[in-house]
Every structure is written in C-alpha cells, then in structure tokens.
C-alpha cells in the first residue's frame, strides 16, 4: 500500500530512499490522472446511483406527467389523455420495481451487463409513452398547445438528464425518443417557426447531452476519490496500529533497557571498584616492591582499564536516565566563573603533558547562576576535556565566561585545534557518534561527551552550539537563558513622611528608621506590596 510503501522507503539509506520516493510518487500521479477514467468496479456504484436517483425521484416524474396531462386535456381528448397517463405510471411502476430490487438481487452470478439491459429496456418504454403525448395533440392547430408540448418535453429531458447522469447510454435512450417526438410533430407543419423549433429541439438535446458527459466524468472522478480515502483510511487505520504495537515493543524494549542498566551498573562497579583498588595496591607497592617491574606496568595498566571502563559506565547511565528524564537536577546559586576555573585547574596536568595553554577570559560582573553544580561541572569537563583531547601540541585554548544583550551567560571553550567538518557535526552531537578526527586519533574516546553536555543544557533550558572551522579550531558554547542568573534585586526606596519616618544618618554613618515596632512592620509590607 502507498503509506506503507512510503514509510518503508523513509526507513532506508538516503540514497535508497529515491528510487523507492519515485516509484510511490510515481503510483500516486498515475492514480490522479486515471481518476476520471471508467473502472470495471465503478460499474455497479454507477448503477447503484441512478437507482437511488430513482427512487428518490419517484413521485416527482407521476405528479410532473399528472401537470402536463392536466393542462393537454384543455385541447385533447380527455380519453386519450388518461389512458397515455395510465400506461405512463406502468411503465414507471416497472422502472421503480426494477430499481427497488436492484439492491437485493445484485449478485455476482447475475452480470451488470443484464441488469444494464433491463434498466434501459424500461427506461426506453418510458420515454416512448412520453412520445404519445406528441401524438395525441398532432391535429390540434393551436400554437400555444406546441409550445407547452415542447416546453413540457423540454423540462422532461432535462428532468432525465439529471437524474441519471451517471449512466449517460440510460439516458440517451430514454430521451431520444421524445426529442424525435418532437422533431417528427414540428417536421409535418412544414412551415418555418415549426422547423426552427425542430432544430432548436436538437439543439438543446445535443447541449444537455454533453452537460451529461461532463456530469458523468464528474460522478466517477469522485467514485474515484471516495475509494481512495476509504484506502487511504485503511492504510491509516493500519499504519496506527503498527505504530501502537511499535510503541508497545518500543516502551517494553525501553523498560527493558532501564531494568538491565540498574541491574549491571551494580553487577559491573562491585567487582571494577575492587579491580581499580587492588590494581592501586599492587601499582603503589604498598605491601612491598614487586620481584618483577614487569608486574608493576600490568598493574598501573590494570588500573587505568578499569578507571576508563568506569567512566564509559557512568556516561551509559547518565546519558540514559537524562534520555528517560530522570536525572533529577540539584538546582542552587552557584559561581560560574569559580566551576570553570576549577575544571581547568583539574585538566591543567594533562594540558601541559602536551604543552598546551589554557587561557581565561572571564567577565568581571557575572551574577551566580541557578543551576545544578554537578551538571555544569560535568559539561565544563567534557568540553574542555574534549578540547585538550583533539588539539595538537604546542596549541592553544581559551575558557570564555560572558553575557549577551539578553542577559543570558555564556561559557566559551574554544580550541586551536584541527576543526571539525561542517557535516560531521550533527554526528557528534549524537550518542556514539565520533568525527573523523577521533577515529584518527588514539584518544578517540565513547562519543557520550558532547550528547550527555547536550541533553543536561536542555534540563537547564538552554542550548549547546558547535561551532568548528578546518584548520582553525572548535568553538563550543554553552548558553545558559536569562532567567537563571541571579540578578540582584535593587533597593526599596524610602520616603519622609511624618515626624516618626525619617530616614537619616547617625554619628556612625549608618542608615536608621526612627519608626516603631508596629509602623515598622506596616512599612515593610507596604514596600513588599509595591515591589510586587
């Protein structure tokens, strides 16, 4: 089906999406401009439709012919007329019956070839007795008598025409006979008016047959469309439930994941603490040197396994509890400018293993920041880490703590290294994601940092942005929004009024309130009422 045809191409590469994307566009295109065209299954609703015309219509057509038989017995025989109206309601009566069982008889052993046949059959027997009105007036010679009969007829084929516009051959020759009817009758005056009403009889069946054709193109055009949005309801209808049971696997696959990362975090750290611990006893010889140098190297290699599959633990279960959201941040008024210089002074070993420097520009009036310290300290380490990490010897890097126009601050840590190429970078941005650079490099790490920095500024409402040129260096920045900072509030004015509210200075320079108990505390509610 076309939906799910659709969402298995978008499931594949980009490259193997195309074909796939062409192919359905292609199918949708071709199921648009064949829509107007007749289809063996639109048979039956064609004819489905005109019978309920019919039956809708079926007093309409008797009490029309009762006003034309009324008005022709003015200047027919009153006799001739009844009986031309009785045969009228017969063949009307056979035409209704036919279409009344249409509904319950339709089978597929009974083709629609038959059934067409009979509907015309009565269809045509309707419309000749319609012709007999023609006939039964022929020797009158009043104008006006001809001019009823061929507006009465000409109202009649329209009538038709309208009703049953989704079987146009139906209509052809259920009409034809009156409109040769009236052809004939004008034919044998042999005078002008006569056959100018002739033509314009033509004329007028002609026209009205080709709104036919146009209606009918119309009726299956929307056939066609009904059918394609009760497919496309199914497809829909379908699709939801795959997406439910997808849903349903997706969040047991996820409770999954949650119950196994609680069960080997604890099943992993008992015996790497006691791995690093021992591994840390044996490498620092504390219960004597070791008869082999040898062992000491396995020990301190031991130790540092250890160190690093702990780490890569906790970034598994930190990057999943922020995925999950439940990594519960500490929130309080903290320094950033004191968070980032504390990171640096913790990597500043490593940096100057590699002669890098580390440079700080911090700015000088930055207020305290409500955020969780740990998330901050652990973004600040990452990128910095990062950065100490894929700069070369000899380079530069530069912590920059400022605030924009909006009051939002902003931690900088950019680098002097190679850069990162401009569509690599939403690959680092996600989880297990590395550069090119990284698989170059010995340090080439989990590719958890930068994800884990992005998710915790998201819980802080802000935003990480990565900025790298070739060859010049990465810029990453960590945009705290301008509520969190911590702006202090300005002072409450005073003003004199009164001999007991008087706001001055004493011998030691202090501000006093010469108020008492009570006024005092109606005063300081007041102020807190105006600042609010």
């Not at 063996?40 to 019919?54: A, C, S, T």
């Not at 329209?158 to 079987?167: E, G, K, N």
């Given at each position: 089906?076309?939906?799910?045809?659709?969402?298995?191409?978008?499931?594949?590469?980009?490259?193997?999406?195309?074909?796939?994307?062409?192919?359905?566009?292609?199918?949708?295109?071709?199921?648009?401009?064949?829509?107007?065209?007749?289809?063996?299954?639109?048979?039956?609703?064609?004819?489905?439709?005109?019978?309920?015309?019919?039956?809708?219509?079926?007093?309409?057509?008797?009490?029309?012919?009762?006003?034309?038989?009324?008005?022709?017995?003015?200047?027919?025989?009153?006799?001739?007329?009844?009986?031309?109206?009785?045969?009228?309601?017969?063949?009307?009566?056979?035409?209704?019956?036919?279409?009344?069982?249409?509904?319950?008889?339709?089978?597929?052993?009974?083709?629609?070839?038959?059934?067409?046949?009979?509907?015309?059959?009565?269809?045509f027997l309707h419309g000749t007795i319609w012709m007999g009105i023609i006939t039964i007036s022929l020797k009158v010679s009043?104008?006006?008598?001809?001019?009823?009969?061929?507006?009465?007829?000409?109202?009649?084929?329209?009538?038709?025409?309208?009703?049953?516009?989704?079987?146009?051959?139906?209509?052809?020759?259920?009409?034809?006979?009156?409109?040769?009817?009236?052809?004939?009758?004008?034919?044998?005056?042999?005078?002008?008016?006569?056959?100018?009403?002739?033509?314009?009889?033509?004329?007028?069946?002609?026209?009205?047959?080709?709104?036919?054709?146009?209606?009918?193109?119309?009726?299956?055009?929307?056939?066609?469309?009904?059918?394609?949005?009760?497919?496309?309801?199914?497809?829909?209808?379908?699709?939801?439930?795959l997406s439910d049971e997808g849903r349903r696997q997706a969040e047991a696959a996820n409770l999954a994941k949650s119950r196994?990362?609680?069960?080997?975090?604890?099943?992993?750290?008992?015996?790497?603490?006691?791995?690093?611990?021992?591994?840390?006893?044996?490498?620092?010889?504390?219960?004597?040197?070791?008869?082999?140098?040898?062992?000491?190297?396995?020990?301190?290699?031991?130790?540092?396994?250890?160190?690093?599959?702990?780490?890569?633990?906790?970034?598994?279960?930190?990057?999943?509890?922020?995925?999950?959201?439940?990594?519960?941040?500490?929130?309080?008024?903290?320094?950033?400018?004191?968070?980032?210089?504390?990171?640096?002074?913790?990597?500043?070993?490593?940096?100057?293993?590699?002669?890098?420097?580390?440079?700080?520009?911090?700015?000088?009036?930055?207020?305290?920041?409500?955020?969780?310290?740990?998330?901050?300290?652990?973004?600040?380490?990452?990128?910095?880490?990062?950065?100490?990490?894929?700069?070369?010897?000899?380079?530069?890097?530069?912590?920059?703590?400022?605030?924009?126009?909006?009051?939002?601050?902003?931690?900088?840590?950019?680098?002097?290294?190679?850069?990162?190429?401009?569509?690599?970078?939403?690959?680092?941005?996600?989880?297990?994601?590395?550069?090119?650079?990284?698989?170059?490099?010995?340090?080439?790490?989990?590719?958890?940092?930068?994800?884990?920095?992005?998710?915790?500024?998201?819980?802080?409402?802000?935003?990480?942005?990565?900025?790298?040129?070739?060859?010049?260096?990465?810029?990453?920045?960590?945009?705290?929004?301008?509520?969190?900072?911590?702006?202090?509030?300005?002072?409450?004015?005073?003003?004199?009024?009164?001999?007991?509210?008087?706001?001055?200075?004493?011998?030691?320079?202090?501000?006093y309130l010469d108020l008492s108990p009570e006024d005092l505390k109606k005063y300081i509610d007041q102020r807190l009422n105006?600042?609010?």
């Open positions: 089906m076309a939906l799910q045809s659709i969402s298995e191409s978008f499931s594949q590469g980009p490259r193997a999406q195309k074909p796939a994307r062409d192919h359905t566009v292609q199918q949708v295109r071709d199921r648009l401009v064949n829509s107007s065209k007749l289809k063996p299954e639109y048979q039956h609703d064609l004819l489905l439709m005109f019978v309920n015309n019919e039956l809708g219509a079926k007093f309409t057509m008797p009490l029309f012919a009762l006003v034309v038989a009324l008005a022709a017995s003015f200047w027919a025989p009153f006799e001739q007329i009844a009986i031309w109206y009785v045969c009228l309601l017969i063949t009307k009566m056979i035409l209704l019956i036919l279409c009344a069982n249409f509904p319950k008889e339709m089978s597929p052993d009974i083709p629609l070839t038959q059934w067409r046949m009979k509907l015309a059959t009565a269809e009043d104008p006006s008598a001809h001019m009823f009969i061929f507006a009465s007829i000409v109202v009649m084929i329209c009538m038709r025409m309208m009703f049953a516009a989704s079987v146009p051959q139906i209509v052809a020759i259920g009409t034809l006979p009156m409109t040769a009817g009236l052809v004939i009758r004008f034919a044998l005056f042999n005078e002008p008016f006569y056959w100018a009403l002739a033509a314009l009889a033509i004329g007028v069946h002609s026209y009205l047959f080709f709104l036919v054709r146009g209606l009918h193109a119309n009726v299956i055009s929307m056939i066609n469309f009904r059918a394609m949005k009760d497919s496309l309801i199914a497809e829909i209808e379908e699709a939801k439930a196994f990362l609680a069960t080997m975090s604890h099943e992993l750290r008992t015996p790497l603490n006691a791995i690093i611990g021992f591994s840390e006893v044996m490498k620092s010889e504390i219960f004597g040197p070791h008869a082999n140098v040898t062992y000491k190297e396995y020990s301190q290699d031991i130790h540092e396994s250890g160190q690093h599959l702990l780490n890569l633990i906790n970034e598994i279960l930190d990057l999943s509890r922020i995925e999950a959201g439940r990594y519960n941040l500490n929130e309080e008024g903290i320094e950033l400018a004191g968070i980032a210089d504390d990171c640096q002074r913790l990597l500043r070993i490593r940096a100057e293993e590699k002669g890098l420097k580390i440079h700080e520009e911090f700015h000088a009036t930055l207020p305290r920041l409500w955020a969780d310290e740990r998330a901050v300290r652990q973004m600040c380490l990452n990128i910095l880490g990062n950065a100490i990490k894929f700069t070369p010897k000899g380079g530069n890097i530069w912590i920059i703590l400022d605030k924009d126009h909006e009051g939002r601050q902003i931690l900088r840590i950019r680098d002097s290294g190679p850069g990162i190429p401009k569509e690599e970078i939403p690959i680092v941005l996600q989880s297990f994601g590395q550069g090119s650079l990284a698989h170059e490099t010995a340090e080439g790490g989990t590719g958890l940092g930068l994800p884990i920095v992005q998710g915790l500024m998201k819980m802080h409402g802000g935003e990480l942005q990565l900025k790298s040129v070739l060859r010049k260096g990465t810029e990453v920045s960590l945009i705290f929004p301008a509520n969190r900072s911590m702006n202090p509030m300005p002072a409450l004015p005073v003003e004199n009024s009164g001999a007991k509210k008087r706001l001055g200075r004493g011998s030691d320079k202090t501000d105006t600042a609010r």
